[in-house]
């Protein structure tokens, strides 16, 4: 994350609990103001807190996990925290789409430096996801990705693999034309300002509209040739 991506190493913790009870007493009710990657607060075994600068993680569920899926699982979580670190740890809201597509699409660019899994491989997985829902229509546009009600709408609707699999394809649509320290500038606007489109503008050079409908394009190029 920090020699390869030239992220900045947050100060933060990585927490390992066992159990709901466990992770919530460890917090003192903290996990309220969890910011995270895991659906309900009931069924979360792995999250983001801003507010205390942590990743609580369910220990026994991370050992069910292959090595290659923890380290996926980790980097994710703890690229949410160079998210909040970059903004000063203010703890404001991204656009929710850029949000958890750049922690996968980090967490996928870290396993392949560390050749566990090549970024082609980790793309591969969500791609049928994301065609399926295109082809019926069902695929949300990122206007509709914007918040954490929009995302879990999202979910519910298509899928996580879907809901992640077209954010991810959206971030690295958005790297390969503007480049990762834009995307991290983006983030780091949060400090002072928590409009999401005024931030989007200011770090991009364009509005986040006109990006929709750049990615739209290129998205329909991308799966009309594939099927």
């Known amino acids: 994350m920090v ?11 990585v927490y390992l609990y066992n159990g709901l009870e466990d992770r919530e007493a460890s917090v003192n009710g903290a996990v ?16 983001t807190s801003c507010p205390w600068h942590k990743v609580l993680a369910d220990r026994d569920w991370l050992a069910t996990l292959s090595w290659r899926a923890r380290v996926r699982t980790m980097a994710h979580e703890m690229l949410h925290l160079v998210q909040f670190a970059v903004a000063d740890w203010s703890c404001a809201e991204p656009h929710y789409w850029l949000m958890e597509g750049f922690a996968q699409w980090g967490a996928y660019k870290i396993l392949a430096s560390l ?3 090549s970024f082609a491989e980790g793309v591969a997985l969500f791609r049928e996801d994301v065609a399926s829902a295109y082809r019926r229509g069902a695929l949300p546009s990122l206007n509709r990705l914007a918040t954490a009600a929009d995302w879990q709408a ?23 034309r503007k ?18 489109n005024d931030n989007f ?19 329909k190029s991308i799966l009309t040739q594939e099927g």
């Open 32 to 47: 309220e103001l969890v910011h995270g990657s895991a659906g309900s607060k009931s069924a979360s075994f792995a999250r």
């Open 179 to 196: 480049g990762l320290a834009a995307v991290v500038d983006y983030f780091a606007r949060f400090k002072d300002s928590k409009v999401r």
């Open 154 to 176: 999202a979910e519910r609707t298509v899928g996580r693999e879907a809901a992640y699999g077209g954010s991810v394809m959206a971030v690295d649509f958005l790297i390969d």
């Open 115 to 117: 050749e566990l899994q």
């Open 201 to 219: 503008s200011a770090a991009f050079g364009e509005d986040v509209d006109a990006f929709q409908a750049e990615f739209g394009a290129h998205l």
């Open 3 to 13: 020699e390869d991506l030239k992220l900045p190493a947050p100060d933060a913790t």
